[in-house]
T-cell receptor, first 113, second 115 residues
């Protein structure tokens, strides 16, 4: 069975500060990992994904995430927060044999001026 | 073009009404999904269609009835809903469902209110 834990349901950062959103996963086989962002009253947009290969994945809007197998983590980072980054962020996992994604509970990011 | 469109954007219906949600994609994707999302919660999978056949039904009540008329179109027929069914209904599509490793592209959703 696969599962995802997102630490911190709410994260606040100042504009220009580092953004770090935490995601830990559980999977019996090598996982596929995804980060999605959801702006208010909108659908989910893919930020980045890890399937195989390079463990540091770069996504849209300056976000990146690093797959760390030893820590079963896939944390999302951005060097400098922008006001437009305020949104809900979801980490998701698929172990490849599963026929669906398993989403984390989400992290609401607030960016303070 | 990675767009999934959904209509209507908003829907208000009574418990005795029949209504339908529509989802469309023109990316040639062969898997399409319906999700239900309550406020401040992650999306919950309802149905998956793969190659126009129902592949997954996550024990959804029969008052929700999906339909996939062709590879580009997905409908969700609603009948005799309850107020607790009020939520954002998201449609998504992916190239294939195989292994769920494919990226799912989401539509903007239909916000449903059941009175």
């Amino acid at each position: 069975a696969q599962s995802v834990t997102q630490l911190g349901s709410h994260v606040s950062v100042s504009e220009g500060a580092l953004v770090l959103l935490r995601c830990n996963y559980s999977s019996s086989v090598p996982p596929y990992l995804f980060w999605y962002v959801q702006y208010p009253n909108q659908g989910l947009q893919l930020l980045l994904k890890y399937t195989t290969g390079a463990t540091l994945v770069k996504g849209i809007n300056g976000f990146e995430a690093e797959f760390k197998k030893s820590e079963t983590s896939f944390h999302l980072t951005k060097p400098s927060a922008h006001m437009s980054d305020a949104a809900e962020y979801f980490c998701a996992v698929s172990d490849g044999s599963a026929r669906q994604l398993t989403f984390g509970s989400g992290t609401q990011l607030t960016v303070l001026p | 073009d990675t767009e999934v469109t959904q209509t209507p954007k908003h829907l208000v219906m009574g418990m005795t009404n029949k209504k339908s949600l529509k989802c469309e994609q023109h990316m040639g994707h062969r898997a399409m999904y319906w999700y239900k999302q309550k406020a401040k919660k992650p999306p919950e999978l309802m149905f998956v269609y793969s190659y126009e056949k129902l592949s997954i039904n996550e024990s959804v009540p029969s008052r929700f009835s999906p339909e996939c008329p062709n590879s580009s179109l997905l409908n969700l027929h609603l009948h005799a809903l309850q107020p607790e069914d009020s939520a954002l209904y998201l449609c998504a599509s992916s190239q294939d469902q195989l292994g769920a490793r494919e990226t799912q592209y989401f539509g903007p959703g239909t916000r449903l209110l059941v009175l």
